[in-house]
């Protein structure tokens, strides 16, 4: 019954966000770019398989100059939303009544709290903020994939609950991790270290990890495209292919050896964490030397 009821308000988020991204698409004449469809395939069937898709796209917007540097984390998470919706929905499907119901719905609380104070936090910061916290989030990626790739992460358990001190701190750490999903840092490494470590069984992290992204990014998506901060050609084109990607890779692929790939995903990553930590520097110098002398 609360399954269901999670998956109803799943598809509620979801077609709430599909209608603003549309009626602005429209009233914009936003056509999708060819480029990013093919981003938002490639980024969300790895995803779906296990590798993530939010530090990638950073790294390929970046690389190619796609969207400006303060527009990245709003174009990223309206394009990446409706995706990862749906594989919210299958996690949940098959995982989620194995997850303990109050570290589940807990947990997607906290990040949809989060992800709402964090909004205008990040309309407000400067550039040169933006880009450092997206540098620091690539890197801290790559550290996640590197110590995936040596066996150090997920080290888990065979958990599906959590006892109560533990519980507390994996929603209280949930709301940070919310609040950091606005400047671009994804959720699903820093949940799944967190819940593995506490012992929790990493397959059951992601029916919290995908449910909890999706409606946080139903939200923020929707208000950034209200507000007008987001390249609507790149997000509708990532959205269009990439539903299709999940569904094949989650109903059809499900599985691929996938070290390489963390291998290669790394040191792209890498490179572009530092661009970005270098233009954030960058950035943060020429804001100084243009303020005014204090008189």
């Known amino acids: 019954m609360m399954l269901n009821a999670l998956l109803i308000l799943l598809g509620l988020f979801a077609a709430g966000n599909g209608y603003v991204m549309l009626r602005a698409a429209i009233r914009q ?18 995803d779906t398989l296990g590798i993530g898709s939010m530090a990638p796209t950073m790294a390929w917007f970046k690389f190619r100059k796609m969207v400006p540097d303060q527009l990245i984390p709003h174009t990223m998470i309206a394009g990446l939303t409706l995706p990862t919706v749906v594989e919210g929905a299958i996690f949940l ?39 450092a916290l997206v540098g620091v989030a690539l890197l801290l990626a790559a550290t996640f994939y590197i110590l995936s790739n040596l066996d150090l992460m997920p080290l888990g358990g065979t958990a599906s609950s959590l006892p109560p001190g533990l519980t507390v701190i994996a929603i209280a750490m949930s709301f940070g991790f919310g609040v950091l999903l606005n400047f671009g840092v994804g959720n699903y490494a820093p949940t799944l270290a967190l819940l593995s470590l506490m012992g929790l069984d990493p397959r059951l992290c992601f029916p919290i990890m995908a449910a909890g992204a999706s409606f946080t990014g139903a939200v923020i998506g929707a208000r950034q495209m209200h507000a007008g901060k987001i390249d609507l050609r790149i997000a509708g084109a990532m959205v269009l292919a990439g539903i299709p990607a999940v569904l094949v890779a989650a109903l059809v692929v499900k599985s691929l050896p996938l070290v390489s790939l963390r291998w290669l995903v790394s040191v792209v990553i890498i490179y572009t964490g530092i661009v970005m930590l270098r233009a954030a520097a960058v950035s943060r110098r020429t804001e100084t030397e243009n303020q005014p002398a204090a008189t």
């Open 29 to 46: 004449r936003a056509w999708p770019r060819p480029e990013a469809a093919v981003l938002g395939a490639v980024v969300n069937f790895l």
């Open 93 to 131: 499907t098959l995982l989620g009544v194995s997850v303990d119901p109050v570290l589940l719905i807990g947990s997607i609380m906290a990040l949809l709290a989060g992800g709402w104070a964090g909004i205008p936090l990040v309309s407000r910061a400067r550039l040169w903020v933006v880009q």
